[in-house]
């Protein structure tokens, strides 16, 4: 029996199924009816046959693809509207948390292509995975566009909004997200607070970056060290030095090497010599074999006019061949 052609978006899944009294798994393409974690109802068409038998089975793979139409005898592959295809808001909704997960925002994309194009209701839920999803990955417009479509705009919301506003570049739009949120008595969380540091940091806002640390304590939260390392760089890139070494000094953690390494930086930006041998001195023990730290402190020598001690520690790096780490950034390969 040939099945309709169709140029809807379907999807399939490769199933083992084990016959009554046989020890062979039979593999076949066969179309998901419900969907539940790791186990899916499905409907297979033997070959010569008019009647589907229905079947519980184990997902081996899953794969969206797009129908093509063909016999019915083709290992059950069927062409089916997409519509009966996932049912389900909430396999949607884990679908996209994998997504996020990944950075997929092609797949996330097509997530959304098929919620629309099949009638499902885009729930707030949804909308919010979504918007998580693009902010991420720096497509902030699309992200907007499902936020303001919001039925009930939450703190996840929010949070998700001005994290990706602030990653990427976006400052003002994150604070003017994050005083929105305020006036609506929302309270923030540890990722808000992030998402809110990192845009004052991005355009040095020092003073909003400071009191908006301080205030954590008003919301019951603790300051974790990332949060030290954000209010240390904003206050050491603006030459506050001192003020930006006192506060790791009174941190109750431990401060990793962003954190000192954040106070070198500034120091080598303002040439402070004194407070540059500390931070440096506990970023190579904490990183040891990185080559960055040495080489800046070898900048601040250099400045200072301490040129054997600065050729000295440049020797080292090249004799010892520490490591420098390279920069890296995740792309998405286009594929023919």
């Known amino acids: 029996m040939a099945a309709a052609k169709s140029t809807a978006a379907t999807a399939f899944v490769k199933v083992k199924t084990l016959k009554t009294g046989s020890t062979a798994a039979i593999k076949s393409t066969v179309k998901v009816v419900e969907s539940k974690p790791v186990f899916v109802k499905v409907e297979t068409l033997k070959p010569g046959s008019t009647a589907a038998t229905k079947s519980t089975v184990k997902v081996v793979e899953s794969n969206p693809v797009k129908a093509t139409g063909g016999g019915g005898g083709r290992g059950g592959r069927l062409s089916v509207n997409s519509r009966s295809l996932i049912d389900d808001e909430t396999t949607l909704s884990s679908s996209l948390l994998v997504t996020n997960k990944l950075g997929d925002l092609k797949f996330g994309s097509w997530i959304e292509s098929f919620i629309r194009g099949t009638g499902i209701q885009m729930d707030d839920y949804l909308a919010t995975s979504l918007i998580d999803l693009y902010a991420k990955c720096g497509s902030i417009d699309k992200a907007y566009n499902l936020f303001h479509g919001l039925i009930k705009k939450d703190l996840v919301a929010y949070t998700a909004m001005i994290l990706g506003c602030g990653i990427n570049g976006r400052a003002n739009d994150a604070i003017e997200l994050f005083d929105e949120m305020m006036n609506a008595e929302i309270n923030p969380n540890i990722v808000t607070i992030t998402g809110i540091l990192t845009a004052y940091s991005h355009i040095g806002m020092v003073e909003e970056a400071y009191l908006c640390f301080i205030s954590l304590q008003k919301y019951g939260l603790s300051p974790s060290v990332d949060h030290y390392a954000i209010v240390v760089d904003v206050l050491s890139r603006a030459g506050r ?56 402190l070898a900048n601040i020598y250099a400045s200072s006019g301490r040129w054997d001690d600065a050729e000295r520690l440049r020797k080292g790096v090249e004799e010892t061949g520490y490591n420098k780490l390279p920069g890296c950034s995740w792309i998405e390969e286009a594929k023919a």
């Open 241 to 296: 030095l001192e003020e930006a070494h006192g506060l790791i000094k009174g941190m109750s953690n431990q401060p990793h090497a962003g954190v000192w390494g954040a106070l070198l930086l500034g120091c080598s930006l303002h040439n402070n010599l004194e407070l540059g041998e500390i931070a440096a001195a506990h970023c190579i023990e904490l990183e040891p074999d990185s080559s960055g730290y040495r080489s800046l």
